[in-house]
T-cell receptor, first 113, second 113 residues
Framework: SQQGEEDPQALSIQEGENATMNCSYK?????LQWYRQNSGRGLVHLIL?????REKHSGRLRVTLDTSKKSSSLLITASRAADTASYFC?????????????FGTGTLLAVQP | EAQVTQNPRYLITVTGKKLTVTCSQN?????MSWYRQDPGLGLRQIYY???????DKGDVPEGYKVSRKEKRNFPLILESPSPNQTSLYFC????????????FGPGTRLTVT
């Protein structure tokens, strides 16, 4: 079963609006990462948030992490058409003990111009 | 330019014909891994390598082999490909394990008929 699951599976918004996507996971983690993938291309790293951090910012991106609820959210503010992509969270289950990285199934974001 | 390269980018082959997908990184990264991406299933880790001569199974290793004889190269070998291995494959690397972001290659789209 997937360690990480994103919600919603798909999201369509207008340019300028904010987009929020959520990720839930099942075990303890060392860190949680968010990636973006443009259609059929390689993944690009967005943000890494460690288990002892609650919030992190990078440009128009804001990530929160709630380890008590085993969940994270990615907020993209003032979205642009170029933000259209799939977004994935990835975690290192069991505090990184397995040396594996588990990805969720992703949120497909469409930003309408 | 720091990058992860994969070859070939596209491959159509027949069942049972052995093939190798190469992966190379020029960033002196210790950790390398292979993923496959299928619709609705997200990315699933096939194999990973913590360093030279150290490899281990991911979540879906059946039907695949890897080797890590040099730090920069991590080839994925399909000894006897089957149609259920038709997928989009990604190689990734990071400086040291999962405490760092992963750098992804551009992907290899494999079709097995």
């Amino acid at each position: 079963s997937q360690q990480g699951e994103e919600d919603p599976q798909a999201l369509s918004i207008q340019e300028g609006e904010n987009a929020t996507m959520n990720c839930s996971y099942k075990t303890s983690i060392n860190n949680l990462q968010w990636y973006r993938q443009n259609s059929g291309r390689g993944l690009v790293h967005l943000i890494l948030i460690r288990s002892n951090e609650r919030e992190k910012h990078s440009g128009r991106l804001r990530v929160t992490l709630d380890t008590s609820k085993k969940s994270s959210s990615l907020l993209i503010t003032a979205s642009r058409a170029a933000d259209t992509a799939s977004y994935f969270c990835a975690t290192d289950p069991y505090g990184g003990a397995t040396n594996k990285l588990i990805f969720g199934t992703g949120t497909l974001l469409a930003v309408q111009p | 330019e720091a990058q992860v390269t994969q070859n070939p980018r596209y491959l159509i082959t027949v069942t049972g014909k052995k093939l190798t997908v190469t992966c190379s990184q020029n960033m002196n990264h210790e950790y390398m891994s292979w993923y496959r991406q299928d619709p609705g299933l997200g990315l699933r880790q096939i194999y990973y390598s913590m360093n030279v001569e150290v490899t281990d199974k991911g979540d879906v290793p059946e039907g695949y082999k890897v080797s890590r004889k040099e730090k920069r190269n991590f080839p994925l070998i399909l000894e006897s490909p089957s149609p259920n291995q038709t997928s989009l494959y990604f190689c990734a690397s990071s400086p040291r394990g999962l405490v760092h972001e992963q750098y992804f290659g551009p992907g290899t789209r494999l079709t097995v008929t």
